[in-house]
Nanobody, 115 residues
Framework: QVQLVESGGGLVQPGGSLRLSCAVSTNFFSVYVMGWYRQAPGKQRELVAQITRDYSTRYAGSVKGRFTISRDNAKKQAYLQMNSLKPEDTALYYC?????????WGQGTQVTVSS
């Protein structure tokens, strides 16, 4: 069973930055499409950013230009650099690993943007 462990969440003021990390326990990390999703209270889970095995990326319109997704295949980790954070970015952020029919999720890390 592949396990995903997120870290890096916390409380930050508007305009601040955070970097989320996702460690994945698999020797096949490089083939997975890695994604970051978020879910705010009372809202559906939404895709924030995704990076493919060939490093193609896509972003939700609300975070484009502020967030950057990356991956390090040697370390088997994915990252989400979040800059210019806004209160509406407050949510539980989940890491996702997707390959063929294999679809794995982490437990989530809380990001709260508040003054």
């Amino acid at each position: 069973q592949v396990q995903l462990v997120e870290s890096g969440g916390g409380l930050v003021q508007p305009g601040g930055s955070l970097r989320l990390s996702c460690a994945v326990s698999t020797n096949f990390f490089s083939v997975y499409v890695m994604g970051w999703y978020r879910q705010a209270p009372g809202k559906q889970r939404e895709l924030v950013a995704q990076i493919t095995r060939d490093y193609s990326t896509r972003y939700a319109g609300s975070v484009k230009g502020r967030f950057t997704i990356s991956r390090d295949n040697a370390k088997k980790q994915a990252y989400l650099q979040m800059n210019s954070l806004k209160p509406e970015d407050t949510a539980l952020y989940y890491c996702n690993a997707l390959w063929d029919s294999r679809d794995y999720w982490g437990q989530g890390t809380q990001v709260t943007v508040s003054s």
